[in-house]
């Protein structure tokens, strides 16, 4: 329990990142800076503590295992030998982490250049600088790129054939997932990526 409690308490900045990005709480310019500090002192408190629990938790439902059946990940902050509880999450991660990993330049594309394209998008935008287009322009463009990036991985990764569990590699750092499972990191992606799809959409059409 210690374990999952520590690890939802290390994931809250995550969407606290989304709420500052999205919502900007204190002004544009000043919750993005906020965003973007949050996210770079993250990883440095985050990831020692996912790497620490690795051996004991599963990396599919977060739960606590005695087993060995390590699942290696490469993703950009280095190579992890991650854990599950058995045979059924093992094959479950491995499909999800295999199907991402296949894809990894169009994941990389959609949530990475999400977040490099909005950051600009939403300070010009907002210094005025876009003629017509305002921050709300900028957090439509953000929420639908992440969305479309996210409701496959949600929706199809899990279900895919699981392939051979070696040379799994990740566009984004793994241990985000690890902090709370990959199972609720999938969940997330099917309710949020609904929700912020249907909101782009709806700002496409109010425009
Ligand atoms: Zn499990």
Redesign the pocket.
């Given at each position: 329990m210690g374990d999952r409690f520590v690890g939802i308490l290390l994931f809250l900045p995550v969407p606290l990142v989304l709420w500052l990005f999205t919502r900007a709480p204190f002004g544009v310019g000043r919750s993005l800076v906020t965003g973007v500090a949050v996210m770079v002192a993250h990883r440095f408190v985050a990831r020692p503590v996912a790497l620490s629990s690795a051996a004991r938790r599963?990396?599919?439902?977060?739960?606590r295992?005695d087993r060995t059946m390590p699942v290696r990940v490469a993703d950009p902050a280095g190579t992890v030998d991650w854990n599950?509880?058995?045979a059924?999450?093992h094959d479950r991660l491995v499909a999800t982490l295999g199907w991402v990993s296949r894809r990894r330049r169009l994941v990389a594309a959609g949530i990475g250049g999400a977040v490099l394209t909005f950051l600009p998008f939403a300070w010009l935008a907002e210094a005025g600088v876009l003629g017509p287009l305002g921050y709300g322009d900028a957090v439509a463009w953000f929420k639908g790129l992440v969305a479309i990036t996210v409701l496959p991985i949600g929706w199809i990764a899990p279900g895919s054939s699981s392939r051979e569990p070696s040379g799994l590699r990740l566009p984004f750092p793994a241990h985000i997932q690890a902090l709370v499972?990959t199972?609720v990191v999938v969940w997330l992606f099917r309710f949020v990526g609904a929700v912020w799809l249907v909101e782009a959409l709806a700002h496409v059409v109010r425009r």
């Open positions: 599963c990396m599919w439902c977060g739960g295992t599950v509880c058995g059924t999450h499972g199972l």
